[in-house]
């Protein structure tokens, strides 16, 4: 799988209450945001630009 780098703004506080999540989970805080954004409920499954091949 081909990973790209996001960058992102968070106040100080907020970094460390993430990271400070990651590590009681046991993950990175990519492994915790990836597990966030694919667990969460989105409207439209099928992700912007993709293209069904069904048929």
């Known amino acids: ?16 209450r993430l990271k400070q999540y990651a590590f009681e989970q046991h993950k990175t805080v990519s492994q915790v945001i990836t597990d966030w954004t694919w667990n969460a409920k989105v409207k439209y499954s099928q992700i912007r630009g993709q293209m069904s091949l069904k048929v």
């Not at 799988?1 to 460390?16: F, H, Y």
């Open 1 to 16: 799988m081909n990973k790209i780098r996001v960058n992102i703004s968070l106040d100080k506080d907020t970094a460390e």
